[in-house]
């Protein structure tokens, strides 16, 4: 038994730690929130979207960057004392790409334009083959309560032939014996 006393001693060892520094722990702990978790405040989930949550397209972008562009070249022309240039109509690429969002963009017509085929002519899903009913299981049924209370019958009209019964048990008898005729029983009086 020598053998087995240090691994004993080793095993042990945090055991004993871990109740020393249970009893040094303070004992004034209480709950101020009984029932309720008492970790972190719940945390939600957000997303970062860069740009103030607006979301642009990179045609949007692009144009943008452009108009900022032009408006700088035109406070250069009139700063230097050269008559501002006129406002350029822009191609309706730009226009397209700048946001321009009051006019949807034409719809075109999808589908072929040939007629539709004719539904006669179309072949045909096949149709279903009936499928017959499943076979019933009552009279399997039937056969097993048969088969189930036919040897208490049997026992309790062997009492009744011998005056065994009482009358409580001949009212038995006879609920059974309907019970057996109800299931089918051909040996039922």
């Not at 334009?113 to 899903?125: G, H, I, K, T, V």
């Not at 038995?172 to 014996?177: A, C, G, H, T």
């Amino acid at each position: 038994m020598t053998p087995h006393l240090p691994t004993l001693a080793r095993r042990l060892a945090p055991l004993a730690f871990l109740l020393a520094a249970g009893a040094c722990a303070p004992s004034d702990l209480r709950d101020d929130t009984p029932g309720r978790a008492q970790a972190f405040p719940p945390v939600y989930n957000q997303t970062f979207v860069p740009g103030g949550g607006e979301r642009r397209t990179w045609s949007q972008i692009q144009a943008e960057q452009s108009r900022a562009g032009q408006r700088t070249d035109q406070r250069t022309d009139s700063g230097s004392g050269t008559a501002a240039r006129p406002p350029q109509a822009e191609d309706p690429q730009t226009r397209r790409d700048s946001g321009d969002t009051d006019r949807p963009p034409p719809k075109r017509p999808r589908g072929s334009s040939s007629p539709p085929p004719d539904p006669a002519a179309l072949p045909q899903p096949p149709r279903p083959i009936p499928v017959p009913p499943p076979p019933s299981s009552q009279s399997a049924t039937d056969a097993f309560k048969r088969d189930l209370i036919r040897p208490e019958v049997d026992r309790m009209r062997t009492d009744d032939a011998m005056g065994r019964l009482d009358p409580l048990g001949q009212r038995d008898l006879m609920r059974r014996e309907n019970d057996l005729r109800q299931w089918g029983d051909p040996l039922a009086r």
